[in-house]
């Protein structure tokens, strides 16, 4: 059975603090590895698509990385408005669809 | 363009009572999803439709809940004779590509389900 699991739970960080979560997973094959942010009372919103082991890719202040067994998304001297639950989630290469197995997120806050 | 939406955004309803969840998913997008998101805990798969295949329905918690699309399109979520533990957020995705390919998927802001 695929599992996700996201560390910290929580992380709290000062504007410019640069840090990075972390994202465990198991899965008997890998489609992809996706990263949503999801802010309060919204739905979860697409940020990457990892597909193989040494893949990165980068948006703005976030950059996503992949190994055979974690990725990462570091954040790089984050902002207030980066404040938010960052989502986790695999795809299954095996059987149909794309359904995705979640993580159960970090919850990131930046302080001024 | 216009994301996914759902109706209504809130929901309060009496235990065993039936409910219906609706979503619309992004115009062009052949796979729909379904997820239940419970306080405290990761989002949960529960049902999949692609095209004019079966449903993946192998993530419904049970035989209380039922799933159809219309058309390919538009799709209901039904759940009957309610219980408090179905209170959740249940959100809906849709992807441009289907079963075997590796597509994103975008939400839409989801149906805040409460069983009183």
């Known amino acids: 059975e695929d599992q996700v699991t996201q560390s910290p739970e929580a992380l709290r960080l000062q504007e410019g603090e640069s840090s990075s979560l972390n994202c465990s997973y198991t899965v008997s094959g890998l489609r992809g590895l996706f990263w949503y942010r999801q802010d309060p009372g919204k739905g979860p919103e697409f940020l990457f698509t990892?597909?193989?082991a040494g893949e990165e890719k980068e948006k703005e202040r976030l950059k996503a990385t992949l190994t055979k067994k974690e990725s990462f998304l570091h954040i790089t001297a984050p902002k207030p408005e980066d404040s938010a639950t960052y989502l986790c989630?695999?795809?299954?290469?095996?059987?149909?669809?794309?359904?995705?197995?979640f993580g159960t997120g970090t919850q990131l806050k930046v302080e001024l | 363009g216009a994301g996914v939406s759902q109706s209504p955004s809130n929901k309060v309803t009496e235990k065993g009572k039936d409910v219906e969840l609706r979503c619309d998913p992004i115009?062009?997008?052949?796979?729909l999803y379904w997820y239940r998101q419970s306080l405290g805990q990761g989002l949960e798969f529960l049902i999949y439709f692609q095209g004019n295949s079966a449903p993946d329905k192998s993530g419904l918690p049970s035989d209380r809940f039922s799933a159809e699309r219309t058309g390919g399109s538009v799709s209901t979520l039904t759940i009957q004779r309610t219980q408090q533990e179905d209170s959740a957020v249940y959100l809906c995705?849709?992807?441009?590509?289907?079963?075997?390919?590796?597509?994103?998927?975008?939400f839409g802001p989801g149906t805040r389900l409460t069983v009183t």
């Open positions: 995705a849709s992807s441009r590509l289907g079963a075997g390919a590796r597509g994103e998927q975008y």
């Open positions: 990892l597909y193989s």
């Open positions: 115009s062009g997008h052949t796979a």
């Open positions: 989630a695999v795809s299954e290469l095996t059987g149909g669809g794309n359904k995705l197995t």
